[in-house]
T-cell receptor
Framework: DGGITQSPKYLFRKEGQNVTLSCEQNLNHDAMYWYRQDPGQGLRLIYYSQIVNDFQKGDIAEGYSVSREKKESFPLTVTSAQKNPTAFYLC???????????FGQGTRLTVV | AQSVSQHNHHVILSEAASLELGCNYSYGGTVNLFWYVQYPGQHLQLLLKYFSGDPLVKGIKGFEAEFIKSKFSFNLRKPSVQWSDTAEYFCAVTKGNFNKFYFGSGTKLNVKP
């Protein structure tokens, strides 16, 4: 099946620890995105990448980092610098040119 | 600031009622417009999209949306809602052929049986 796989589905982290969320797609899409979803705030863009080895900051990039070493993979690291990391994180991908985005199932991160 | 606004945060309807959810954006120039739906416990799915052509767009499950350029709006409509339409609905915009998506804050729809 083609699609976007995010893992894990639930993640717990202690304060002060970095954690990496996985996102893999087999749709051969060039562009990939990370969003954060909080109640009442919709989806806010953290980082996006339009091609391999290149990525740009979104609206709320502070405290996060990404890499894009392979077309299929766009992992997100939530660092200890992120002040309020507890949230639902969504990964998406699309072909170039403003086409629709396809979303993964999401990872719910809780800092304990 | 550039933004996408969904003014209805929470809508409660009875089955068979008509639905209209508002979406306004503040970008000039060419835009692509989308409505996504998130059913409870499921991932975001595309309902419909507008790139060009007929401003009245029909999507899945009986939904439609109308692009009114002069009003910077892309409102979602359905003549008769069902209990299974209970979900959160998100409007999104991309500019021209650029991939960056801007989302509204979402509208939670609760349809009472």
């Amino acid at each position: 099946d083609g699609g976007i796989t995010q893992s894990p589905k639930y993640l717990f982290r202690k304060e002060g620890q970095n954690v990496t969320l996985s996102c893999e797609q087999n749709l051969n899409h060039d562009a990939m995105y990370w969003y954060r979803q909080d109640p009442g705030q919709g989806l806010r863009l953290i980082y996006y990448s339009q091609i391999v080895n290149d990525f740009q900051k979104g609206d709320i990039a502070e405290g996060y980092s990404v890499s894009r070493e392979k077309k299929e993979s766009f992992p997100l690291t939530v660092t200890s610098a992120q002040k309020n990391p507890t949230a639902f994180y969504l990964c998406a991908s699309s072909i170039k040119g403003g086409a629709e985005a396809f979303f993964g199932q999401g990872t719910r991160l809780t800092v304990v | 600031a550039q933004s996408v606004s969904q003014h209805n945060h929470h809508v409660i309807l009875s089955e068979a009622a008509s639905l209209e959810l508002g979406c306004n954006y503040s970008y000039g120039g060419t835009v692509n417009l989308f409505w996504y739906v998130q059913y409870p416990g499921q991932h975001l799915q595309l309902l419909l999209k507008y790139f060009s052509g007929d401003p009245l767009v029909k999507g899945i499950k009986g939904f439609e949306a109308e692009f009114i350029k002069s009003k910077f709006s892309f409102n979602l409509r359905k003549p008769s809602v069902q209990w299974s339409d209970t979900a959160e609905y998100f409007c999104a915009v991309t500019k021209g052929n650029f991939n960056k998506f801007y989302f509204g804050s979402g509208t939670k729809l609760n349809v009472k049986p």
